[in-house]
Structures are given as structure tokens and as C-alpha cells.
């Protein structure tokens, strides 16, 4: 496929290594926000966008799930990047210069054994490839990034402690989002299908709303909460399940959830990934 596929981050950011990787014919373009990415893919300005929605140590991407709801936005398939952050410094630099070591706070937190094993202490900055940007920016040895091998090319910085990252397992699940939504046949291989949806107010709604997925056998491998228009009361929901909307097992199911619910907006079906069909067998 080609065109262009849009990141939030800088150019080196996992999410950009994450474009490279499963769409290496498509054209990365950076952008300085979820909300910017999403704005190229309503405008046709992108044909698709690669975003993280949580990592197998740090948990999940909250500000993604108030934006999905919006609108006008499909996913259309699923990819887990293993993630290997490395710590890099300036040319010159050596591992026992480092002092302080600057990246995302989720990346941070990927990476705080090693870094107190090591006595660096870790600073918040906006984006782990902005964080190896701002440290080739100063030229100070003391100071280092936590970031990808293609943040530490991009910005001319080495690797003074390679794959630091506390859990051998540490992966990050990314959606992949158009503007059209990806049109599955019935048959199709195992599938996942994404919603959010906001429950009635009535007692033991949220239970009732997704009784249906379990008397009909239907696998909900994901079920996020969050709060919605700053009140502590209006909650919505956003949810995975292993399923096509076309099974009549999905289609009861999906008849309970609308009854129960005051809104249920789909987001997309599309093929589950290996990673998911491997951990399903393990």
C-alpha cells in the first residue's frame, strides 16, 4: 500500500519505527498529537494512521479512547511492536557519564530498574525521539535519552546501554486507523471487532449490556472505562471482542448491548493479529 501514514511523536519515535515495520511502502508523517493525527485522517490528508493504544508494561494510552468516540475514524487492523529502548548519549559519551536520562514517561516507566540499578536519574520529556533530539541538542555527556535505534540514527547519538527495558515481554499494541471503514466478509479469517458505548442508567445496566457476549459465547478480550464531559457520573465504554458482526452468536450479543445502552458507536472489524492468535494458543 502506498501514501502516507501519520504517527504521533517525531521522526525516531516507536511509533514511527511501528509505520516502517508494517507499512514500509507507505510515506511516515510526524505529528505533534494524537488529535493532529486524527484530524489528517477525517481531512483525507493521510490514508492512515498508526497509534498506540497500550504497552504490556506501562498499560494503556488513555487519551486515545477520547478520541476514538469522535467519529469519522475506523480501525482497520491491529500490530504489536516488541519494544527495545536503548540508552543513548552523545558521541564521546560513556554509560558511567550518564547522570540523567530523559524520555516519555511511559518509556520511563518501562525502563526504572535498570536506570536505579544503574543510578540515572529519570526526567519527563514530551516524546522519547524529542527526548533524543533535545539531547543531541545540548552535546552534554551527562545526560541521555531512553529511545529507539532509529531515534538514536535519526539525531546522530550512540548506544551506551543496548535493550534496557525491564520485561523481556514488552510490547505495544497499535490500531491502525482510515477514514473508511475495512469491509470484512462473513467467512473471514478470526476477526476483531472494536465499539464504545455508554450504558442506560438503570440498575446493573453495565452487567446486563454485556451478559449477551457471555451466554453467547463470545470472547471480550478488552473492556476500558473512562469518564466522559468531566462528570464523575457519565461513563463510557470501549471494548474488543474476538467476533464478526455478521455471527449470530455476535448478533445477539450486539441486540442486548443496544437494548442496555444509551449509545453504541462501532469502530471497526479487522483481522486479529498473530500475536494475538499465538497468545490465544500459548
Known amino acids: ?3 502516507i501514514i501519520v504517527y504521533q511523536g517525531e521522526p525516531g519515535a516507536f511509533s514511527h519505527l511501528a509505520c516502517q515495520s508494517y507499512f514500509p511502502d507507505m510515506r511516515p508523517m510526524a505529528c505533534r498529537s494524537f488529535s493532529q493525527a486524527f484530524a489528517k485522517i477525517r481531512a483525507g490528508e493521510a490514508q492512515l494512521a498508526m497509534i498506540p493504544v497500550e504497552n504490556t508494561v506501562a498499560g494503556r494510552v488513555s487519551d486515545v479512547y477520547h478520541l476514538l468516540p469522535e467519529g469519522g475514524i475506523y480501525i482497520t487492523g491491529e500490530h504489536y511492536l516488541p519494544v527495545h529502548h536503548q540508552l543513548l548519549g552523545v558521541p564521546g559519551a560513556k554509560l558511567t557519564d550518564i547522570k540523567t536520562a530523559r524520555s516519555h514517561p511511559m518509556a520511563l516507566g518501562q525502563v526504572r530498574k535498570r536506570l536505579e540499578s544503574l543510578s540515572i536519574a529519570p526526567q519527563n520529556d514530551i516524546d522519547t525521539a524529542g527526548a533524543a533530539r533535545a539531547v543531541a541538542e545540548l552535546g552534554d555527556p551527562t545526560i541521555g535519552a531512553i529511545a529507539s535505534t532509529l531515534a538514536g540514527e535519526t539525531y546522530g547519538l550512540e548506544v551506551l546501554a543496548k535493550d534496557i527495558e ?3 515481554h514488552n510490547t505495544t499494541r497499535f490500531i491502525v486507523l482510515s477514514n473508511t471503514p475495512l469491509r470484512l466478509p462473513h467467512d473471514s479469517a ?3 471487532t472494536s465499539f464504545v458505548f455508554k ?3 438503570v440498575p446493573s445496566a453495565l452487567f446486563k449490556a454485556l451478559g449477551g457476549f457471555a451466554t453467547n459465547g463470545v470472547n471480550m478480550t478488552k473492556l476500558e472505562s473512562y469518564m ?3 462528570s464523575f457520573w457519565a ?3 470501549y471494548a474488543d471482542v474476538e467476533g464478526h458482526p455478521d455471527d449470530d ?3 445477539h450479543a450486539m441486540d442486548e448491548l443496544y437494548f442496555f445502552s444509551d449509545t453504541v458507536l462501532m469502530l471497526g ?3 486479529a493479529n498473530a500475536a494475538r492468535l499465538s497468545k490465544d494458543k500459548s
Do not use: L, W
Open 1 to 3: 500500500m502506498s501514501g
Open 235 to 237: 461513563t463510557q465504554f
Open 190 to 192: 478470526p476477526v476483531v
Open 166 to 168: 525491564d520485561a523481556a
Open 228 to 230: 466522559v464531559d468531566g
Open 199 to 201: 450504558v442506560r442508567n
Open 269 to 271: 472489524t479487522y483481522p
Open 249 to 251: 452468536a455476535m448478533k
